[in-house]
């Protein structure tokens, strides 16, 4: 399967643009990690007062080395005998690591704590935000992006980042901290194995920033092949029907498996590059642990340093290695956020839709007019010099052929798609719909589609979706209208029946008539069935018809179908041909022409002559 294309103008951002999309996304969840950073700190400080007790009581409480404290600790050891109170009583000494230990643990707690919430928050309100500026991005953006890469970047590469910023990013003011108050007692008990401590240190992040580079190309394969996997996992499951009715699942489950052997083998390989990120890492950790092991043994030997001061810097050394690595890691998972940061920030700084400069909310209850209407996707063209009028109150009738520009009509004029200037213009009592706010056009533009979609939701909650407040004597009106209160009545549990995902429970000619209903609820005064009766009988095509008719007198309806008895009674039609008008009148006057609506009509007829025959 060929990946999705993407504008990826928008993808080309630096570092300062993703830190400045992540601190604004921050916003509500900075003093949560505000609080956590300096819990985190209180648990340095508490870690590195331990290895001097330890280190004091081996070389002065234990040993005969005269003992050194700060003043007022001096001070207050002063009272008690100093050394030989402590001598006499070693339990203070452990309760001294005790009690650290108990603050250390209580602080850990803390920032734990409130890292988890600042991460959870952070989470929500990168979800939300997404989330809220996806609704708001035009039909056409969604037609160039498929669904299952989305919910990735909304899913996987929300938690990606997520993870950075709650174990990395928050880490680094710890490690940093660490490394400084390392740094500082191992000058202050042996400045020359200090400097041997210190000669790894740049070779860890000479190395670190070297994967840095390999692990971010790595990652970016295997982020954007989970798309794709998510692309076909969503359109088996959504199509689920048509792929058990052809019985493709043999073909499904081996188009399945071919992406997913793909996005393992990428995995692999991003495993391979850790395995020696890290494998390299271990083996210079190691080295350095043991270069200062030996060495400080050599200098407690010559005397140089004191047992006391050989474990409290082995201590010392060994917080001050893992931090110096974990900043390795960090550059690492860097690379994978940043990737992540870059998928989501392609949909944030996608151009939402935006009204004209001083739109306005007119009247809609007017006439339609096309003029010169010109239309193409990319390259192909659609529609060419369209115009028509559609009087207001009537019914107007669109017939053509597969590909002839019928439902892009409909989608130009309800600005699901906007018409470029010099393109012609589309107006609503005069009014050109460009200059109106989209969400004022949609409201007052009732649409049917072919293929109608139907949300996880009992029938009455489908049908009274479009108005807040419904009584069921609205539902039922409408869809008695729409020719499915029977239907629905039958059901066992009636307009209270739960619809399938994309309303599988329903027949094709259910779905279409309760999609009807649902329309009919807006009292739009402009209505569009977008060959929306297709899936019907003839009979209850009629119904439908004269239904809408009676009740909806006032409102002008726009019927797209390939059906001509759909559209025979009509006030007009049009007869669209390759994206331009063919013909155009009443279904008299295209029958005396004897073009392409005349052909249509006698080959709709005879079939329907046979088959009534055929059924006798």
């Known amino acids: 399967m060929e990946k999705p294309e993407y504008d990826r103008s928008v993808d080309d951002t630096n570092t300062a643009s993703r830190l400045s999309l992540i601190w604004n996304l921050l916003k509500g969840s900075r003093i949560f990690f505000i609080i956590s950073i300096l819990a985190t700190l209180m648990v340095n400080v508490f870690d590195m007062i331990s290895p001097q007790i330890i280190r004091t009581a081996i070389d002065s409480v234990i040993g005969d080395k005269e003992l050194e404290l700060p003043g007022m600790v001096a001070e207050m050891a002063g009272r008690y005998g100093s050394t030989e109170y402590l001598r006499s009583h070693l339990c203070v000494v452990g309760l001294m690591i005790i009690f650290l230990a108990a603050g250390s643990a209580v602080f850990r707690y803390i920032a734990m704590l409130f890292n988890s919430r600042g991460a959870e928050h952070f989470a929500k309100t990168m979800r939300d935000r997404l989330f809220s500026h996806i609704q708001k991005l035009p039909f056409s953006w969604h037609m160039k992006n498929q669904t299952g890469d989305i919910i990735q970047r909304c899913t ?20 940093l901290m660490m490394i400084v108050l390392s740094l500082f ?101 190691g080295l350095q642990i043991m270069l200062v092991v030996v060495m400080g043994a050599y200098f407690c030997v010559q005397g140089q340093m004191t047992a006391g001061e050989f474990i409290a810097f082995v201590s010392y050394n060994t917080m001050l290695v893992w931090p ?22 392609y949909i944030l700084n996608s151009q939402a839709e935006k009204d004209r400069p001083g739109a306005v909310t007119p009247d809609m209850e007017g006439d339609i007019e096309f003029q010169h209407v010109s239309f193409g996707y990319g390259s192909e063209k659609i529609l060419s010099d369209v115009s028509f009028k559609v009087p207001k109150g009537t ?65 009455s909650e489908n049908i009274g979706i479009t108005t807040e407040q419904v009584s069921l004597t609205e539902i039922r009106q409408a869809a008695a209208i ?34 009807i209903a649902r329309m009919l609820m807006q009292k739009t005064p402009i209505m569009v069935f977008d060959d929306s009766l297709s899936a019907v009988d003839a009979e209850t095509d009629l119904k439908i018809r004269q239904a809408l008719k009676d009740k909806l007198a006032e409102a002008t309806v726009i019927l797209i179908a390939h059906r001509v008895t759909t559209l025979m009674q009509a006030d007009c039609i049009m007869v669209l041909d390759k994206g331009k008008v063919a013909e155009i009148g009443s279904h008299q006057e295209l029958m005396e022409k004897n073009g392409i609506y005349r052909k249509v009509y ?15």
């Open 156 to 175: 996987s590469d929300v938690d990606t980042i997520k993870n950075f910023i709650s174990e990395q990013l928050t880490a680094v003011f710890r490690i």
């Open 185 to 285: 007692f191992m000058f202050s008990m042996n400045i020359n194995l200090t400097m041997v401590a210190l000669v790894f240190i740049p070779i860890i992040f000479l190395y670190s920033w070297g994967f840095h580079a390999k692990i971010r190309e790595r990652f970016t394969k295997c982020d954007e092949n989970e798309g794709v996997l998510s692309i076909i996992a969503q359109e088996n499951l959504t199509g689920i029907r048509v792929v058990r009715a052809f019985g493709r699942e043999k073909y499904e489950k081996e188009r399945f498996e071919k992406q997913n052997n793909i996005y393992t083998n990428e995995w692999m390989k991003l495993c391979l590059v850790l395995s020696l990120f890290w494998g390299t890492g271990d083996l210079v950790s």
């Open 324 to 345: 110096v690595r974990s900043l390795g890691k960090t550059i690492s998972e860097m690379s994978k956020a940043g990737v992540s940061a870059e998928r989501i920030r």
């Open 395 to 459: 019914t107007f009738g669109i017939l053509g052929g597969t590909g002839s520009g019928k439902s892009t009509l409909m989608h130009l004029m309800n600005r699901l798609y906007d018409l470029p200037e010099k393109n012609g213009k589309i107006t609503i009592g005069g009014v050109d719909i460009a200059d109106m706010k989209g969400e004022w056009v949609r409201q007052h533009i009732g649409m049917v589609l072919q293929e109608p979609f139907l949300f996880s939701r009992t029938i």
């Open 482 to 515: 729409a020719c499915v209160d029977e239907a629905i009545t039958n059901f066992s549990k009636g307009y209270d029946t739960l619809v399938g995902e994309r309303g599988v429970t329903l027949s094709g000619g259910q779905k279409q008539r309760t999609a």
């Open 602 to 616: 006698d080959m709709q007829m005879t079939v329907t002559e046979e088959e009534a025959e055929y059924g006798a």
